[in-house]
């Protein structure tokens, strides 16, 4: 209409985004989602205009499903910890703590790298370095803020331990996780399939939801158990394991049609010939993930 203004919270998204929604419905979209930020967070007082545009940077390709999924609570506090409001990283401690820990006990128990992980976890997401801004910046609220962070963990965990171990005088290997003293039919068809069938778990991996990504990445790599996974989603531990089985069985169904399509041989053949690296979908699933930067 001539002469209208746009309204507040819409422009300052456009803004960022320009063509990112028609400008009435997103104002009332992004309203929602500001009040919803604002009775979760009482004491924090998240600015209303830093959280819209925030948002707006991060939010993904499409935008209506983006806010349609986003986890809103978990993506304001996200905003506060950047903006480093006080209390805020109580926050993050008292959802987190318990998830980071977790993934780190899935590397080592001990409490130095506890203690080694959560020191540089800490200032990678929430301090950063002069060449590096804080990567809590790139957090979109596509997955629960707990599940996020014990990723950073896990992956923090794992270089701390990689490093330890080349001091040491040795190679850790990723090839290190499959046995060694298999059938010799077992190290034929890992040396000569593994590559395409990687790569297919790679494809598959890519073509999953994000959930169902951070859901696979913090059983298999992770460790995470089902129900410490449904106290992260705030759901009960019946629906995670459905979840999980139903991300697993798109996984293996997608790499066994792209491995038969470029191996060139029948789902059948495929089956009998390999049914061994089949099996082992979870570890190539960890080590796809384990390696993936996504």
Sequence with gaps: MAGSKQPAYAELFLHERPGAGEPVALEARLREIVDKAA?????????????????????????????????????????????????????????????????????????????????????????????????????AGRGPLAGWVAVAAQRIALDLRKAATRAAGSDPDVDQLLPTDEHPEVDYLRMRYKPEFEEAVRDALAALPDRDRLLLRLTAVSGMSHEQIATIYKVNQSTVSRWIARARAEVLEATERSVCRKLRVQRDEFMSLAGLLVSRIDLSISRVLQTSTD
Aim: charged residues 25%.
């Design 39 to 139: 009775r979760a967070w009482p004491d924090l007082a998240v600015d209303p205009a830093h959280l819209v545009v925030q948002l707006a940077r991060v939010i993904g390709d499409d935008v209506g499903q983006g806010l349609s999924e986003l986890y809103v609570e978990d993506f304001a506090l996200g905003v506060a910890s950047a903006e480093n409001l006080p209390g805020a990283l109580v926050h993050v401690e008292r959802l987190c703590g318990a998830a980071v820990d977790a993934a780190v006990a899935r590397i080592d128990r001990s409490h130095e790298l506890r203690d080694d992980v959560r020191q540089t976890l800490w200032q990678r997401l929430f301090v950063g370095t002069p060449a590096q801004a804080p990567r809590i910046l790139s957090y």
